[in-house]
């Protein structure tokens, strides 16, 4: 059974882990992607970049809302100090982000709007993640078998990891997943 909105609820996003956090929710939604670029002002701080993104890929639905639509747009950033872990491209890419990672913390940022055809609102929320020290034989190993190239910063932390890896978080281990349920569960409901 499904939760009471008075919204129909659109998640724009290709990501399975947004699609699967939201079905925790239990809301029933429909999901829609487009591609949008993805770049941002060189001006921006660090932790204002995830939430300037989700309003972009939201913008990029304006148009297209109908009366009682709720659009819901996400993006994931990860922070080691002033520089941005964008997704690795290739198993070299996400070696050496992993080598960063180890041993230090750095801030995962997840922005999210939501949009209506009358209205916007958006949102950051950050988490601190600690790594252990990693082997080089673990990132090998981790890379090889899990392939995290569609990942902010080279890892999932719901994934192996994440498990032998992560020392601790503080704040929301859903928003390192990928939506913060919690805030977005209270945006929902007082749009």
């Known amino acids: 059974m ?3 909105c008075k919204y129909h609820i659109i998640l724009a996003s290709k990501s399975p882990r947004r699609k699967e956090l939201l079905s925790q929710l239990g809301y029933a939604f429909e999901q829609k992607s487009k591609d949008v670029d993805e770049s941002f002002p060189s001006g921006l701080n660090v932790e204002q970049i995830a939430e300037y993104l989700s309003k972009k890929k939201a913008n990029a639905f ?11 747009t996400s993006d994931t950033t990860v922070c080691l100090g002033n520089q941005i ?21 750095h801030l995962v940022i997840t922005g999210v709007c939501l949009t209506s055809k009358i209205k916007q609102h958006s949102f950051s929320v950050i988490t601190k993640v600690f790594f252990e020290n990693l082997k080089e034989s673990d990132i090998d190993f981790y ?7 569609d990942k902010a910063g080279a890892y999932g932390i719901q994934e192996w990891i994440g498990f032998i890896g992560v020392d601790r978080i503080e704040g929301s281990y859903t928003n390192v997943v990928g939506l913060p349920l919690k805030e977005l569960n209270q945006a929902i409901e007082t749009f």
């Open 2 to 4: 499904k939760r009471a």
């Open 62 to 72: 304006k148009t297209e809302l109908e009366d009682g639509e709720l659009l819901i």
């Open 85 to 105: 872990l964008e997704k690795a491209a290739n198993p070299e890419e996400a070696k050496r982000m992993l080598q960063m990672l180890s041993g230090k913390s």
């Open 143 to 149: 890379i090889k078998n899990y392939h995290p190239f």
